[in-house]
């Protein structure tokens, strides 16, 4: 049983580049076509063209030999000193790969970039983050200066770390929350929910809170409450948990 699995791990893990030659002169391609010839002919893959150890060019190829033959006489004459090849196993990721080679890496020889076809763009989605991030702390501060509230030293020491985050923010950072979760609160029969942002905010009835005991007090009568025992979250088999244990 174990021998198939193995067998199987090997095989979901073949390769991408199956060979590859890296910073040869250029001198040596022109001189010596027949004997690169016999090792590239016909392979595809992606190479490099340097101009000492200046990144120049990135391009694909079917036909590796025949591409940097081209370049010996073409736009590209002179301009470069070195070049490097790598053989792909498999053509269908040529395009792909060399897109992404030349996004990263920019060459100037390069006048197009290409495109990521089939890739979606995250930007519009870390705007709205961050847009949502930056009204829950507009509201915090906006509340505070239409409501002041003293503290004493002693319990602003227990609301914001020593690098001025917030309780929650931490836990954030590290994975055990995430940016939009929600968490709940079972009073009195009812349940309330509220949503927790990356800055270590949470949001609870349109109002931005800095920690869960202040989201407490905006729905019990009387009193206070211990926040990280009133909030929970929501497990993955779906039991609710205090916050608290999250601290642990």
Do not use: C
């Amino acid at each position: 049983m174990m021998r198939m699995r193995n067998k199987k791990t090997k095989q979901l893990s073949r390769p991408i580049v199956v060979g590859h030659l890296e910073k040869i002169n250029s001198k040596i391609f022109d001189q010596n076509k027949s004997l690169i010839t016999e090792m590239i002919k016909g392979r595809h893959g992606i190479y490099a063209l340097y101009r000492r150890e200046k990144l120049y060019y990135v391009g694909l190829a079917i036909d590796l030999r025949k591409r940097l033959n081209q370049h010996l006489t073409d736009r590209h004459k002179g301009k470069w000193t070195h070049f490097s090849l790598y053989i792909l196993r498999k053509a269908e990721h040529l395009r792909e790969t060399e897109t992404l080679l030349l996004r990263i890496a920019d060459p100037t020889g390069n006048a197009v970039k290409g495109k990521l076809r089939r890739s979606k763009n995250l930007l519009p989605e870390l705007k709205a983050l961050l847009t949502e991030d930056f009204k829950s702390r507009m509201d915090v501060i906006l509340s505070r200066k239409n409501k002041v509230v003293k503290r004493s030293k002693k319990s602003k020491k227990k609301a914001i770390s020593k690098h001025g985050e917030l309780p929650l923010r931490s836990l954030l950072q590290k994975g055990s929350l995430r940016h939009g979760q929600g968490i709940y609160a079972d009073y009195k029969g009812k349940i309330y929910k509220a949503v927790v942002y990356y800055s270590g905010i949470i949001k609870f009835d349109g109002k931005a809170y800095e920690t869960p005991s202040a989201a407490a007090k905006a729905i019990i009568d009387r009193g206070a409450r211990n926040g990280w025992q009133f909030w929970k979250y929501k497990k993955k088999s779906g039991d609710l948990v205090p916050l608290s244990e999250l601290r642990k």
